[in-house]
Every structure is written in structure tokens, then in C-alpha cells.
């Protein structure tokens, strides 16, 4: 049986790091629950935090062993129903604290109307609270920039990373993941005057991608003379091309379309057309096995049940994207 709490629920935003602030909204701790404003609700209790080490966007992180690169969405986890020790521990201290975006429209962003934190990968969040922990349960949302959410995760600043982010073999050797939940493809955001056909239109060019990010990477493998520049957030790309500081941002297709979204002065090119599919997962500590097993038992039924295409029409269906269905779930061999 699952582990219920009885605090109120809380979700309270306070930024981890911070970037070029011109479009970024601004970071405030607020108090809610799923019907409405909290301000009150117990505290949690302090837990023993390792000392955190900082990194640059240029670490050499090597593959994690057995991991299939074009295939990297096999969560090492098979789907389990028992609450473990890494489960029994957040349960004691009374809140979880989930690692999520705040700027990005329609995945983590907050309503200018309600204040509240909206978005695909905030009631995914949501939902994994709900059926692991009660409905009642304190939740912590905790805004990480791209490129601190390993970092986060590791010196135990959070619980679990609920933020468009890919499973691939190197981080897949810092963190444990789920099954993918969602799939990506990355893509060029640039002024709809701006043409991007080819990778020769961006040489020399100033290209624009998260740190630590996929998009990142897509540039120095498939950009050659590019001039690449990198921000601690994905939305500060979007700030840079404002600013005519960079030509176009790379990023996934899912970021893209959000931007492209809100301004209606860029467009999602149509190149690259075939660049591979990146898996979405939720990440955890590789020690909270408990922990991976149960959530990728939640997004058995999320998949199965219409949650996750309850979600998709509510947050992405009018975005463009090609994913219309949630990938199916891949496990290890338990050999």
C-alpha cells in the first residue's frame, strides 16, 4: 500500500539559479493547494545535505555502462507498487521537493492570472505526489535552471527533476530515470525573416542553446562554425535573440513551440527534419530505486488510463506538435 500523507498541499517556487532576467519571470515563494491559496501548513524538517560540488557546461561525464545510445529510454526499474526506504524517508519528513521549470509556457509556467504553477510537466508532478503519497501531501516545487538540475538532484536540493528533461547514456550515469513519458526533437528557433535551411546559414552566426542542455550538444555535433552561446536557462536563449544577440537558439521542439507561442516575431524552422527523438523522463537520486519503481508505476496507469492525453489536449494540442501519444514504457532485463 502507498504511503499517505496528511500536510496540506504546498507548492512553493523558489529559484535555484538565475539567468538574464529581461523575459525571465520574476521568482517568488507562494503557498497552494490543488483547490486554491494556503499560505499556512507545517514546515519541513531539515535534512542532512552533502556538500555540492559546482560544474561547468563542459564536464566530461562518460556513458553509464550497458546503456544503448540510440536507445537510451530503458528504465533500469521495473514498475512496483512496495514503498522502500528512499519513499518511507520523504514520507517521515513530511514534503517532497520537485525540481521544475517556471518560464517555459504550457510545460512549467506560472498563470499571470491565478498565479498558480500550470503547465503539461507540473500536473505530471502533480499527479505522482497524488498517487504515491495522497492527495493531502506537502509538495515543494522548486524552480532549477537547465543547467543545475543534476547538480540539484545530487546534493539533495530536491527529490525528483519533473522538467522536460532527456534521458540520455551520460546523465543516465549521474541519475536514475523513469520511463520516458514524453518525446522530443530538436529544433531551430529564429525571427520569421530569418532564414535557416541548411546548417552553412548559421556559420559563423551566433547560436544560442542551454548549458548542459541536448540543444547544446545538437550544436557542436551538426553546427560546425557556429558560434555557440550558453545560458544557465533555455528561456534566456529566447531573451538573447530578443536582444539581437544571437541569430537563433537550438532547443527541443517541445521549448520551441512554447516560445514561438508567446512571440509571435519567431517561428520554428523546418530544419533539422530528421534529427533523433529524445525521450522525456522524470529523474531521481540512483540510490532511490524505491522511489524510480513507484513512479514508473504511476505513469503506467498515466499512459494507460487517459491522463496523459487529458494533459496533452489541456497543455500541447494547439503547439504543433508531431507527438500525438505517449511513448510506450521500456525496462532493462531484470537479468
Keep these: ?76 526499474q521495473h514498475p512496483s507498487a512496495e514503498d522502500g526506504p528512499a519513499v518511507r524517508a520523504i514520507a517521515r519528513s513530511g514534503k517532497i521537493v520537485i525540481g521544475v521549470d517556471q518560464n517555459t509556457y504550457h510545460w512549467g509556467y506560472r498563470d499571470p492570472a491565478s498565479k498558480q ?23 515543494e516545487f522548486k524552480a532549477v535552471a537547465t543547467n543545475d538540475r543534476i547538480d540539484a538532484l545530487k546534493g539533495h536540493d530536491i527529490d525528483m527533476v519533473v522538467r522536460t528533461m532527456t534521458i540520455d547514456c551520460r546523465r543516465q550515469s549521474e541519475v536514475a530515470f523513469s520511463t520516458a513519458y514524453f518525446g522530443a526533437q530538436q529544433k531551430i528557433l529564429a525571427g520569421k525573416e530569418t532564414p535557416v535551411g541548411s546548417a552553412g546559414d548559421l556559420r559563423g552566426k551566433k547560436v544560442c542553446a542551454a548549458e548542459e542542455s541536448t540543444g547544446s550538444k545538437w550544436v557542436k555535433e551538426h553546427l560546425p562554425g557556429a558560434r555557440l552561446v550558453q545560458v544557465p536557462n533555455q528561456l534566456d536563449c529566447l531573451v538573447r535573440l530578443q536582444l539581437g544577440e544571437a541569430v537563433a537558439v537550438v532547443t527541443d521542439d517541445t521549448l520551441a513551440a512554447a516560445q514561438a507561442a508567446q512571440d509571435p516575431t ?38 494507460d488510463g487517459g491522463g496523459w492525453e487529458a494533459a496533452r489536449k489541456r497543455w500541447l494540442a494547439k503547439d504543433g506538435l508531431a507527438v500525438t501519444e505517449p511513448p510506450a514504457a521500456q525496462y532493462a532485463s531484470k537479468d
Design 117 to 139: 504553477l500550470q503547465g503539461f510537466d507540473i500536473e505530471l508532478a502533480r499527479t505522482l505526489v497524488k498517487e504515491i503519497f495522497g492527495a493531502d501531501f506537502t509538495v
Design 266 to 303: 519567431v517561428q520554428v524552422k523546418r530544419y533539422p527534419e530528421d534529427s533523433a527523438v529524445e525521450p522525456y523522463g522524470v529523474a531521481m537520486r540512483k540510490e532511490d530505486t524505491d522511489l524510480v519503481a513507484r513512479v514508473n508505476q504511476v505513469l503506467d496507469t498515466y499512459r
Design 1 to 76: 500500500m502507498p504511503i499517505r500523507g496528511n500536510a496540506t498541499l504546498r507548492a512553493a517556487l523558489t529559484p535555484a539559479r538565475t539567468g538574464v532576467a529581461a523575459l525571465a519571470v520574476a521568482a517568488a515563494v507562494l503557498m497552494t493547494t490543488l483547490g486554491g491559496w494556503d499560505p499556512g501548513g507545517p514546515g519541513r524538517p531539515d535534512r542532512p545535505r552533502p556538500v555540492r560540488q559546482a560544474h561547468g557546461p563542459e564536464r566530461d561525464i562518460p556513458l553509464a555502462p550497458g546503456c544503448d545510445e540510440k536507445n537510451p529510454a530503458r528504465s533500469l
